[in-house]
């Protein structure tokens, strides 16, 4: 079964540091790209960051750019987002989310499978 | 940046009712356009890719359509498991979400 999880939510105070990681199973990981995807409570969908199934390119979107970092590490299947700078407006459920691949590997660039989310709470 | 903009924010339908929800790109896109369904709570899940291509799974009462910058979302008969919020997502530069359209019962 292909599965993500997410893991290192929690509370933390404005301007602090926060890891995330989602731990991917049921599939080569190695293959896929991988996202960060946010919403905000009662709020809508906000992709973050994307990395490509090696590593590079990366991408992020302005809301983030300067503050977090996305990696990844294909030996022990695992996806990273390392939050630094936190704002009251970083408080959101954080999505990892599998790009899509053809039969034929090629990229589609939806995302196919996601995971069950963890929240994370900028708050003093 | 590509803004994609949703209407109606809101939607109420009854089952067995034709919903249709539209997603306009601030751009051309082309078709490279998905939708995602998401309930209370659960991640999202993805419906359509590539403006109108089902994904695997997924009933053939959804369907998409469109190119450039207007799309469509159609479901052709609602059923009880529909009633969720609907997201598009442009996939041409980058990654962008319509602000999402709820459907409730009516």
Same mark, same amino acid.
């Given at each position: 079964?292909?599965?993500?999880?997410?893991?290192?939510?929690?509370?933390?105070?404005?301007?602090?540091?926060?890891?995330?990681?989602?731990?991917?199973?049921?599939?080569?990981? $190695? +293959?896929? @790209?991988?996202?960060?995807?946010?919403?905000?409570?009662? %709020? /809508?969908?906000?992709? #973050? =960051?994307?990395? $490509? +199934?090696? @590593?590079?390119?990366?991408?992020?979107?302005?809301?983030? %750019? /300067?503050?977090?970092? #996305? =990696?990844?590490?294909?030996?022990?299947?695992?996806?990273?987002?390392?939050?630094?700078?936190?704002?009251?407006?970083?408080?959101?459920?954080?999505?990892?989310?599998?790009?899509?691949?053809?039969?034929?590997?090629?990229?589609?660039?939806?995302?196919?499978?996601?995971?069950?989310?963890?929240?994370?709470?900028?708050?003093? | 940046?590509?803004?994609?903009?949703?209407?109606?924010?809101?939607?109420?339908?009854?089952?067995?009712?034709?919903?249709?929800?539209?997603?306009?790109?601030?751009?051309?896109?082309?078709?490279?356009?998905?939708?995602?369904?998401?309930?209370?709570?659960?991640?999202?899940?993805?419906?359509?890719?590539?403006?109108?291509?089902?994904?695997?799974?997924?009933?053939?009462?959804?369907?998409?359509?469109?190119?450039?910058?207007?799309?469509?979302?159609?479901?052709?008969?609602?059923?009880?498991?529909?009633?969720?919020?609907?997201?598009?997502?442009?996939?041409?530069?980058?990654?962008?979400?319509?602000?999402?359209?709820?459907?409730?019962?009516?």
């Amino acid at each position: 079964e292909v599965q993500l999880v997410e893991s290192g939510g929690g509370l933390v105070q404005p301007g602090g540091s926060l890891r995330l990681s989602c731990a991917a199973s049921g599939f080569s990981f $190695s +293959s896929y @790209g991988m996202n960060w995807v946010r919403q905000a409570p009662g %709020k /809508g969908l906000e992709w #973050i =960051s994307f990395i $490509s +199934s090696s @590593g590079s390119p990366i991408y992020y979107a302005d809301s983030v %750019k /300067g503050r977090f970092t #996305i =990696s990844r590490d294909n030996a022990r299947n695992s996806l990273y987002l390392q939050m630094n700078s936190l704002r009251d407006e970083d408080t959101a459920v954080y999505y990892c989310a599998r790009e899509s691949l053809a039969a034929t590997g090629s990229r589609l660039y939806c995302f196919d499978c996601w995971g069950q989310g963890t929240l994370v709470t900028v708050s003093s | 940046d590509i803004q994609m903009t949703q209407s109606p924010s809101t939607l109420s339908a009854s089952v067995g009712d034709r919903v249709t929800i539209t997603c306009r790109a601030s751009q051309s896109i082309s078709s490279w356009l998905a939708w995602y369904q998401q309930k209370p709570g659960k991640a999202p899940k993805l419906l359509i890719y590539k403006a109108s291509t089902l994904e695997s799974g997924v009933p053939s009462r959804f369907s998409g359509s469109g190119s450039g910058t207007e799309f469509t979302l159609t479901i052709s008969s609602l059923q009880p498991d529909d009633f969720a919020t609907y997201y598009c997502q442009q996939y041409s530069i980058y990654w962008t979400f319509g602000q999402g359209t709820k459907v409730e019962i009516k």
